[in-house]
T-cell receptor, first 113, second 107 residues
Framework: NAGVTQTPKFQVLKTGQSMTLQCAQD?????MSWYRQDPGMGLRLIHY???????DQGEVPNGYNVSRSTTEDFPLRLLSAAPSQTSVYFC????????????FGSGTRLTVV | EDQVTQSPEALRLQEGESSSLNCSYT??????LFWYRQDPGKGPEFLFT???AGEEKEKERLKATLTKKESFLHITAPKPEDSATYLC????????FGAGTRLTVKP
């Protein structure tokens, strides 16, 4: 089925470990973004991309890296995990933000201990 | 800085009891106002986009309206399956979300 696929669904990390959250979409969308969702704070934008090779920072980029080598994939790297990065992470993609909004993945629940 | 505030945080309704959710916003250049529905353990699902004051859109029991400072999501005769968190977002340079309203509809 077409959509946004995120892996893994759940992850527990120790403080200081690094990891990559995977995101892939098969809809040929140019726009892709990463959000984190915390209770009472809504979705906050981490990084976004308007096309392959182009990325930019959102509201809360510190501690995260991204790259966009293909249209389909947009991985999010945690460089040195901290307990403050415990959250639910959503990847989203769009053909045209103004016309269609985002299609979201099902999320990755990350716990840093 | 762009800001989105949703109220109330939580709303409990009886089946058939109509109500409205509010989204107030501050944005320098509004390219669109979005409503999403989010079920527990899932990603948000797109509902509507509104572009200019006075615009309205409807989908089943939901109707979204837009003014220059706020948007309302009206729910008419809700059913238990309408229970979810409803998120509002504004698009300027990027998409900024409110914290959401958690709606519970009791049978």
């Amino acid at each position: 089925n077409a959509g946004v696929t995120q892996t893994p669904k759940f992850q527990v990390l120790k403080t200081g470990q690094s990891m990559t959250l995977q995101c892939a979409q098969d809809m040929n969308h140019e726009y892709m973004s990463w959000y984190r969702q915390d209770p009472g704070m809504g979705l906050r934008l981490i990084h976004y991309s308007v096309g392959a090779g182009i990325t930019d920072q959102g509201e809360v980029p510190n501690g995260y890296n991204v790259s966009r080598s293909t249209t389909e994939d947009f991985p999010l790297r945690l460089l040195s995990a901290a307990p403050s990065q415990t959250s639910v992470y959503f990847c989203a993609s769009s053909y045209s933000l103004e016309g269609y909004g985002y299609t979201f993945g099902s999320g990755t629940r990350l716990t840093v201990v | 800085e762009d800001q989105v505030t949703q109220s109330p945080e939580a709303l409990r309704l009886q089946e058939g009891e109509s109500s409205s959710l509010n989204c107030s916003y501050t944005v320098s250049g509004l390219r669109g106002l979005f409503w999403y529905r989010q079920d527990p353990g899932k990603g948000p699902e797109f509902l509507f986009t509104l572009y200019s004051a006075g615009e309205e859109k409807e989908k089943e029991r939901l109707k979204a309206t837009l003014t220059k400072k706020e948007s309302f999501l009206h729910i008419t005769a809700p059913k238990p399956e309408d229970s979810a968190t409803y998120l509002c977002a504004v698009l300027n340079n990027d998409m900024r979300f409110g914290a959401g309203t958690r709606l519970t509809v009791k049978p």
